[in-house]
């Protein structure tokens, strides 16, 4: 039976940190998302899933609630971060500028990304996913003193500004010095604790591929053709590549969407000139995947599923 069925409204948080090298630190947060002030598992709330990365010296921890626990749970999972890591120290080849460096919310069940940007209308209304982030952001600036957040998405009125357009302006992708950003709430950002981001929107999903060179030019060009500002790329997706483990990684957001996916009837060499073959003939709503792989002076990118006898034919 489904979750809406059972009258459960549960939403998501992929909450960012900046530290995955400290195993113990790590699971000491999801731990604290888990468990009460009393030390009983709080109910309704589950981590689903931890994923580090050494290089990047960072980690997702995906935690999942009913709307009205969610904040309490991502909250102490915060506290325990902010206790546990020190941005002076830090260091990492992924992007950052918080201990805590993001803490997007995601509808599941029971409740619309609409309902994210609808203010309360009455104090009985008050458990909307809205409200909860602007709680959560705002008991973060009063229980975490020296925090300062930024607001992206839903939780970002009136501009609704999305998460990378927020990540442009402060300098995110450059680790801007901390002294010279001007947060949204909470005071000029601390050396230790940075700033954090908290936001909503449809969820989205993290995908990197590696691919099998070590010229991150070649990984950029790769990133830039796929992200979806491109008006030949693919839709919902941002792209960036980072070296990663002595190769080139391509780390991609992957956002929902819904329409059903889009064709073309380009042929594939008019579409990136110099070899390059980008198969969009169908994209699912979640874009569950993405190949990449160096041919020659070229690459390509499909759909899963797709026959890896037509990506090895040559370009």
Not at 57 to 77: F, K, M, P, W
Not at 119 to 148: D, F, H, K, W
Not at 149 to 165: H, S
Request: aromatic share 6%; proline share 5%.
């Amino acid at each position: 039976m489904s979750s809406s069925r059972l009258g459960l409204r549960l939403a998501a948080c992929l909450l960012n940190i900046s530290e995955a090298r400290r195993k113990h630190v790590v699971e000491n947060i999801a731990k604290a998302a888990l468990l009460g002030e009393n030390g009983k598992k709080r109910p309704e709330v589950s981590v689903l899933n931890i994923f580090s990365d050494q290089d990047y010296n960072r980690s997702v921890i995906t935690i999942a609630a009913s709307v009205d626990e969610l904040n309490h749970a991502v909250l102490a999972a915060c506290m325990e971060a902010f206790r546990s890591i020190d941005m002076e120290a830090q260091e990492g080849i992924h992007p950052c500028l918080g201990a805590v460096d993001l803490i997007p919310i995601y509808p599941l069940a029971g409740v619309g990304v609409e309902e994210c940007g609808a203010m309360a209308r009455t104090p009985r209304e008050r458990s909307t996913l809205r409200t909860c982030l602007n709680s959560l952001a705002e008991t973060l600036i009063l229980r975490v003193p020296g925090s300062s957040v930024f607001l992206f998405g839903e939780a970002d009125l009136p501009e609704k500004r999305p998460l990378v357009q927020r990540r442009k302006q402060l300098g995110w992708f450059a680790r801007r010095d901390l002294g010279a950003l001007e947060p949204d709430l909470g005071a000029a950002p601390a050396r230790r604790r940075g700033l954090t981001g908290v936001g909503a929107s449809p969820y989205v999903m993290n995908c990197n591929v590696t691919i099998d060179s070590q010229d991150l030019a070649l990984g950029k060009e790769i990133a830039g053709a796929i992200r979806g500002s491109n008006a030949s790329g693919l839709k919902g997706v941002q792209a960036m590549a980072f070296p990663h483990e002595g190769k080139i990684e391509i780390a991609c957001n992957v956002e929902s969407f819904e329409d059903q996916g889009r064709e073309t009837n380009q042929n594939p060499e008019e579409l990136f000139p110099g070899g390059v073959y980008l198969c969009t003939k169908y994209l699912h709503p979640l874009v569950q995947g993405l190949w990449a792989f160096v041919l020659a002076d070229g690459f390509s990118c499909c759909r899963p599923g797709l026959s890896q006898d037509k990506l090895k034919t040559p370009l």
